[in-house]
């Protein structure tokens, strides 16, 4: 208990660089019980990484598949603007939004110049 008590005193009235060189020091005179505190946090280390790496593969996996399977927007192009056949009326906007895998159908305009 002495060794203790002493070991405090003698650190409390230390600057920061000597701390440093005394904490140093001590582990170098216990090196078994330095590689095994460095050897626990590896393990502990490893044993979250690797769940983690699996995890965030297996997200990633999911994510690719649903991103390749759900298309996210449909382009209509028409080579002929002047063909009435060929436009969106309001009433097949209507039909398309009422397809089971729509979620939102809408006209838009775009210039062929923005598009390119």
Avoid: W
């Avoid at 209509?76 to 939102?104: H, K, M, W, Y």
Wanted: hydrophobic share 50%; charged share 20%.
């Amino acid at each position: 208990m002495m060794n203790v008590q002493s070991h405090a005193r003698r650190t409390a009235h230390m600057r920061l660089a000597e701390r440093l060189r005394f904490a140093i020091k001590d582990i170098g005179k216990r090196r078994m019980m330095t590689a095994f505190n460095v050897a626990a946090v590896l393990i502990a280390v490893v044993y979250l990484l690797i769940p983690a790496f699996y995890g965030l593969s297996i997200y990633r996996y999911q994510q690719s598949v649903l991103d390749d399977s759900l298309p996210t927007l449909i382009v209509a192009s028409c080579p002929d603007v002047s063909d009435e056949q060929l436009r969106f009326t309001n009433e097949r906007i209507r039909s398309i939004a009422g397809l089971p895998d729509a979620r939102l159908a809408f006209a838009k305009v775009v210039s062929a110049a923005i598009e390119n």
